[in-house]
């Protein structure tokens, strides 16, 4: 398979956030701009693979600042990483005031998406052509974006098969929260008292 450069498959996607986009707050949903994330990772990974992709896991959804009715949102996706049948597609989002035109930064986030045929099996997506420095450092950020999430995933279900009650209970002192278990478990609230 011949290696496809980056900005073969490179999209922009642009949308006015309308009144029906808002909460009650007055501001856009979350799951607007997750739903246009997402429309804008398929159609830069399917146009890279070649076939339909489908969304397995998102990393990194953190809005940083709030998106208003009126502003003009620009989703720009590239793929900065294939596999053999997966591609990782970072998206940048910004909003755009199309009075002064001043431009935030929402969020950065990173789709993986594998490629599948019709009768929804994997496919080979073509290798990546890496033509900038830029994108050979996001080739390798996902590498190791991959390696920590990982050991953090491999850490958790450690800390989860290992929980012991006694010992791990300290760390809710401090916390807001009260503990009043009811039914089998109420015998045990002396455990908790003073948390
Ligand atoms: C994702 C899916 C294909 C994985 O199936 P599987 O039998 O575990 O297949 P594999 O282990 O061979 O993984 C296939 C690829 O997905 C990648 N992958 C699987 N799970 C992953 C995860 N949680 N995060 C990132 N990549 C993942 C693998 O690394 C592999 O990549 P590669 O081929 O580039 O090496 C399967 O779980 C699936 O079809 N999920 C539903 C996806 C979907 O329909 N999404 C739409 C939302 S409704």
Do not use: W
């Amino acid at each position: 398979m011949e290696p496809i450069p980056v900005k073969f498959s490179q999209t922009t996607l642009t949308e006015l956030m309308i009144p029906s986009y808002a909460n009650f707050g007055g501001k856009i949903h979350g799951g607007i701009l997750l739903s246009l994330m997402d429309k804008v990772a398929y159609a830069c990974a399917s146009k890279h693979a070649g076939a339909y992709c489908v969304t397995v896991s998102v990393d990194e959804v953190e809005f940083l600042q709030p998106v208003d009715v009126g502003e003009l949102v620009h989703l720009r996706a590239s793929v900065n990483h294939v596999g053999n049948t997966s591609l990782v597609v970072g998206i940048q989002v910004t909003a755009e005031n199309v009075k002064n035109h001043a431009i935030k930064h929402t969020n950065t986030s990173y789709f993986t998406m594998v490629a599948k045929d019709d009768d929804g099996s994997l496919v080979k997506v073509p290798p990546l052509r890496l033509e900038s420095m830029d994108e050979i450092r996001r080739f390798i950020e996902v590498i190791k974006r991959r390696k920590l999430k990982a050991e953090a995933n491999n850490k958790m279900q450690k800390e989860q098969s290992n929980f012991v009650m006694a010992e791990d209970f300290p760390l809710l002192r401090g916390q807001r929260c009260e503990t009043r278990l009811v039914g089998d478990d109420d015998h045990l609230n002396d455990l908790f008292a003073g948390t």
